[in-house]
């Protein structure tokens, strides 16, 4: 994915192919797009920040939803599936 081609619908709409939101501001602001650090909402409206390249490429999404055995949080399959479009492809609930 190329930055030259990458603008502020693109990043909407891979915000909600993964049931989140793009919250940072205007193309104007987006600068080196894939390297800058933007603000993005979970489907669970967890608030965090990733460049578009982390999520993007790096496959990332949600820290908070993100499982941590440092943490005590195992992975929700099944819940995460109900929210996000992209693992409720590859994870059946029901």
Not at 2 to 7: C, D, F, K, L, V
Not at 28 to 43: F, K, M, N, Y
Not at 58 to 85: I, L, M, N, T
Request: proline share 6%; glycine share 10%.
């Amino acid at each position: 994915m190329e930055s030259s081609s990458m603008g502020r619908p693109e990043l909407v709409a891979f915000a909600e192919s993964r049931g989140g939101q793009l919250l940072s501001g205007e193309d104007s602001t987006l600068h080196d797009v894939l390297q800058t650090p933007l603000r993005w909402r979970c489907a669970l409206n967890h608030e965090f920040e990733a460049s578009p390249r982390l999520l993007i490429q790096g496959g990332y999404w949600c820290p908070e939803c993100f499982p941590s055995a440092h943490e005590g949080r195992g992975w929700d399959w099944a819940s995460q599936a109900k929210v996000d479009p992209l693992l409720a492809r590859f994870y059946r609930t029901g």
